[in-house]
């Protein structure tokens, strides 16, 4: 099944994909991480959104994953963090340092993860504009719809920390480094963000959305650089 949202001040059509893996189909931007893969079957559910120019170029992309692991966040990393490894680093030459938050010990319930955001670079890309916030928070808004979780939570870069782009988008609350990945001479600190249900702010009415199915809001997000990001 697939949705679909014309968001015509962007020139832009998000396509809401129940299947995550569509993003391992797409040539324009390779996948940070395998979380997503369904082979892997670390989530019990997920989905993709794909945003495309009136022209069916890729414009954008990210994802949403869905468990319930029936411990603490914490434990849950602890056991699963090498689900979440950047592509580009291979496991058999891989280790990390965990400095996961306090906080995560005590966080349980339904768990939602956000990555693979991206938006395209360059002339005719949709960078600048405001966008990256509202899709992100857009896609956190239909999984709470969709999952009702408990809580929201993401792999990030201290720069994008720096910049507040987690903070803008609707994740309350940060820490890190939390993952140190290491392998050779490659050497990659990430911080995690995250927010509860009732934290997440709503940017519906920020954007003009013409809604088709079951969707029928418009909170609408990526990046602004051209690489491929957690998030």
């Known amino acids: 099944m697939q949705q679909t949202l014309e968001l015509p001040e962007y020139e832009l059509t998000l396509s809401i994909v129940e299947d995550a893996s569509v993003l391992f189909q797409q040539p324009d931007r390779p996948a940070t991480s395998l979380v997503f893969d369904p082979a892997r079957g670390v989530f019990d559910d997920s989905f993709a959104v794909l945003g495309y120019d009136s022209d069916g170029v890729l414009m954008h992309t990210q994802a949403v994953g869905y ?16 689900d979440y490894r950047p592509a580009d680093y291979p496991l058999h030459a891989l280790s ?7 906080a995560f010990a005590f966080l349980r319930g339904r768990f939602a993860y956000q990555g693979e955001l991206w938006m395209r670079p360059g002339r005719g890309g949709r960078q600048g504009l405001g966008l990256a916030k509202k899709l992100t928070n857009f896609a956190m808004m239909h999984a709470l719809r969709r999952w009702d979780y408990d809580l ?3 792999v990030v870069s201290e720069k994008k920390i720096r910049a507040r782009f987690p903070q803008r ?7 890190g480094p939390a993952f140190t990945w290491k392998s050779g ?3 990659l600190e990430e911080f995690v ?5 009732e934290e ?32």
């Open 67 to 82: 468990c319930d692991p029936n411990t603490s966040l914490r434990r849950y990393l602890r056991g699963s963090f090498l």
């Open 96 to 102: 990390c340092e965990l400095a996961l938050p306090d």
């Open 152 to 154: 929201i939570w993401a």
């Open 169 to 175: 988008s609707g994740y309350a609350h940060h820490n």
């Open 185 to 187: 001479q490659q050497r």
């Open 193 to 197: 963000v995250w927010a509860l249900a």
């Open 200 to 231: 997440v702010p709503d940017y519906s009415n920020e954007i003009r959305c013409d809604g088709v199915g079951s969707v029928n809001t418009a909170s609408l997000p990526r990046e602004s650089s051209g690489t491929v990001m957690r998030l």
